[in-house]
C-alpha cells in the first residue's frame, strides 16, 4: 500500500516560479497548507544560475512604457506572442520587482539609491533589473527565505515526481518517490503547481543544469495535457567553449564585442543598429554564419567558436560588475577575460514552448497550473528576449499560486484518489523498471540522444536533418527499451533516477 501526504496545493519545482507560487498560495491564507515538492534543495535550483537580469519597465518618466515593453516583446517573438498574455505581463511585471525589494533583493543601484537597470538584447531601453552578475543567487535567496517565514509551507526536497493523478479531467495528486527511502508516495491535494522547467538537457551543448529534465511536460502529456511550441528553442549566443556554461548577455549588456578570425566586430553585417544587443536568435544565426564561413576559431572537439571580447572594458568595470562570468571564464576555460577574449557559440538555452495553459496558466485538467518555463501561454512565440523569462517565472508564480489558493479556498472536500493509476505507477517503476529492466546502457542511450539532437536540430535545421535525427530517436528508444537499471537498491538510487528522467 502506498502511503498518502495530505496537503491543499502541490507544487512541483523549487525554482523561482515554484517559489513565487508558494509564497502567494500561502500568503492568502494561513489554513491552505502548501508542499514544494523538488528533486533537489531549493538552494541548487537552475534558477539560481541567472546571472543577467528581470525585465520590467520601472521608469516611464524616462521614456519607457509598457506598450514599448510589449512592442518589443511581440517582435522578438516574431510576432507569434499571445499579444494579451505579453500585455498581461509586461503589467505585472513592475509589481514582482518592488515585492522582491521588499522581502530583501539586494538589487544594484543607481547613485540616488534606486534600482538601477542595464540594456539587455531585443529591448529597446534599459530594463533589465540586476544584482550584479548573481541574480539568480539573490533572487532565490530572497524568495526561499520568505518561503521559510510561512508555517504552511512544507518542503520536500529530493522528492521525484513521477505522475500526474486525474479522473474525469479533474487533478486529485501526484505521485513522487522518496529519494532517501526509495518509497513511492501520493500527495493528494485539490489543486496542482507544475513549475519543473524546460527541456534543455535534450542536448549536449547546453547551459541547463543536470536536474532540468523536462519531466513537468512528460507528466502532463502523460494524461493528455497538449504540448505545443514545442519546435522553439533557444540559443543563447554565448555558451562557453567547450562546457556549454551559460556568459551572460549581461556581459553584451556591459559593452562586450562579438569577433570572428579577423578581429572584425561582425554584428554590425547583421544587425547594424542593435549590433552584440540585437536578440538573441539574430545573434545565435550570425555566429553560426561566421563559423560555418570560416571565420570562426577551430576546437578540437569541432565546437568551432567565435570570440567575446570584454578586454576594453577594463579591470575595474569587470570586476564591479561580471565578477562571475570572469570566475567562470577563469575556472572553466583557464582565460582571464580582462587580458584575452572567451571563446563563445551558441547554446541550448530556453524552451519557449511547454505544457498548453490559458492566460491565467490554467492547464485543461481543472484544479492543475503550470508557471514558468514548464508551461506554454504563449509571451515569448519563437523567441525570447533577454530577461524576460526570469519576469515569466515571478508573474506566472504569483498568477497561478493566486488562481490555485482561491480555487481550493472554494473546494468543500478533497476528491478520490485514483488507485488504480496509483498501482499502474508503482508497478511501472519497481516492476517493470528497477526489477525487471533490460535495454543499453542508459547513460550512453541519453549521450546519443543529446549529440543527435545538437546535430540534427541545433540553430539551422532542414528537414534532411529533422528526418535523420527524428531516425535516431526512434532507434534510440526502441533501444532504451523499459531502462536499465543496475544498482537494485532503492535509497539514493541515482541510476533509478536517472532512467526515469530518459524515460520522460
Known amino acids: 500500500m502506498v502511503d498518502k501526504i495530505n496537503t491543499d496545493i502541490a507544487i512541483i519545482g523549487s525554482g523561482l516560479a515554484g517559489l513565487r507560487a508558494a509564497i502567494e498560495a500561502a500568503s492568502i491564507d494561513s489554513k491552505i497548507q502548501v508542499s514544494v515538492i523538488s528533486k533537489v534543495h531549493a538552494m541548487r535550483s537552475h534558477s539560481v544560475a541567472y546571472a543577467g537580469g528581470t525585465g520590467a519597465v520601472l521608469y516611464p518618466d524616462e521614456g519607457d512604457s509598457f506598450d514599448l515593453h510589449a512592442f518589443d516583446t511581440v517582435k522578438g517573438s516574431d510576432y507569434l506572442a499571445d499579444q494579451d498574455a505579453v500585455e498581461l505581463f509586461i503589467r505585472l511585471a513592475p509589481l514582482e520587482i518592488l515585492r522582491l525589494e521588499h522581502w530583501g533583493m539586494p538589487w544594484s543601484r543607481r547613485p540616488d539609491g534606486r534600482i538601477d537597470q542595464r540594456p539587455f538584447g531585443g529591448h529597446s531601453f534599459d530594463r533589465a533589473c540586476y544584482a550584479s552578475d548573481k541574480t539568480g543567487l539573490h533572487a532565490m535567496q530572497t524568495l526561499y527565505n520568505t518561503c521559510l517565514k510561512y508555517d504552511n509551507?512544507?518542503?520536500?526536497?529530493?522528492?521525484?515526481?513521477?505522475?500526474?493523478?486525474?479522473?474525469?479531467?479533474?487533478?486529485?495528486?501526484?505521485?513522487?518517490?522518496?529519494?532517501?527511502?526509495?518509497?513511492?508516495?501520493?500527495?493528494?491535494?485539490?489543486?496542482?503547481?507544475?513549475?519543473?522547467?524546460?527541456?534543455?538537457?535534450?542536448?549536449?551543448?547546453t547551459t541547463y543544469g543536470h536536474s532540468a529534465t523536462a519531466e513537468g511536460m512528460s507528466m502532463a502529456?502523460?494524461?493528455?495535457?497538449?504540448?505545443?511550441?514545442?519546435?522553439?528553442?533557444?540559443?543563447?549566443p554565448t555558451g562557453l567553449v567547450p562546457s556549454g556554461i551559460l556568459i551572460s548577455e549581461a556581459a553584451r549588456g556591459e559593452g562586450g564585442y562579438l569577433r570572428n578570425t579577423q578581429g572584425e566586430r561582425f554584428m554590425s553585417r547583421y544587425a547594424p543598429e542593435k549590433m552584440e544587443l540585437a536578440p538573441r536568435d539574430i545573434v545565435s544565426r550570425a555566429m553560426m554564419r561566421e563559423i560555418i564561413e570560416g571565420r570562426?576559431?577551430?576546437?578540437?572537439?569541432?565546437l568551432d567558436y567565435v570570440h567575446l571580447d570584454l578586454t576594453h572594458l577594463?579591470?575595474?568595470?569587470?570586476d564591479e560588475k561580471l565578477t562571475e562570468i570572469k570566475?567562470?571564464?577563469?575556472?572553466?576555460?583557464?582565460?582571464?577575460?580582462?587580458d584575452e577574449p572567451v571563446p563563445v557559440r551558441p547554446v541550448a538555452h530556453y524552451t519557449m514552448g511547454g505544457v498548453h495553459v490559458d492566460i491565467n496558466g490554467q492547464t485543461?485538467?481543472?484544479?492543475?497550473?503550470?508557471?514558468?518555463?514548464?508551461n506554454c501561454v504563449s509571451i515569448h512565440g519563437a523567441n525570447r528576449?533577454?530577461?524576460?523569462?526570469?519576469?515569466?517565472?515571478?508573474?506566472y508564480g504569483y498568477i497561478t499560486g493566486k488562481n490555485a489558493a482561491e480555487y481550493v479556498l472554494k473546494k468543500t472536500s478533497r476528491n478520490d484518489i485514483p488507485y488504480i493509476q496509483v498501482e499502474k505507477e508503482e508497478k511501472r517503476i519497481f516492476d517493470e523498471i528497477l526489477k525487471g529492466g533490460f535495454g543499453d546502457d542508459p547513460y550512453l542511450i541519453r549521450r546519443e540522444m543529446q549529440n543527435a539532437m545538437t546535430q540534427h536540430a541545433y540553430v539551422f535545421r532542414d528537414g534532411k536533418g529533422l528526418e535523420e535525427g527524428l531516425r535516431k530517436i526512434r532507434e534510440l528508444r526502441k533501444r532504451f527499451g523499459t531502462g536499465n537499471v543496475n544498482d537494485k537498491s532503492r535509497e539514493f538510487n541515482q541510476n533509478l533516477i536517472n532512467v526515469l528522467e530518459l524515460d520522460a
Not at 513522487?176 to 503547481?193: D, H, P, R, T, V
Not at 570562426?296 to 569541432?302: R, S
Not at 577594463?314 to 569587470?318: S, T
Not at 528576449?385 to 517565472?393: E, Q, W, Y
Open 314 to 318: 577594463g579591470e575595474n568595470i569587470i
Open 327 to 338: 570566475m567562470i571564464a577563469m575556472k572553466f576555460a583557464g582565460i582571464n577575460p580582462v
Open 385 to 395: 528576449l533577454g530577461c524576460n523569462s526570469t519576469t515569466d517565472c515571478l508573474v
Open 364 to 374: 485543461p485538467v481543472k484544479g492543475l497550473w503550470a508557471a514558468g518555463e514548464v
Open 221 to 236: 502529456y502523460r494524461v493528455g495535457i497538449p504540448l505545443k511550441d514545442m519546435e522553439f528553442i533557444q540559443f543563447h
Open 296 to 302: 570562426g576559431f577551430k576546437e578540437p572537439n569541432g
Open 153 to 205: 509551507i512544507t518542503f520536500y526536497h529530493e522528492w521525484f515526481a513521477s505522475s500526474i493523478l486525474v479522473e474525469d479531467n479533474e487533478f486529485r495528486g501526484f505521485t513522487a518517490l522518496e529519494m532517501k527511502s526509495g518509497e513511492l508516495y501520493i500527495f493528494e491535494a485539490k489543486a496542482g503547481i507544475l513549475a519543473t522547467g524546460g527541456a534543455g538537457r535534450l542536448y549536449s551543448f
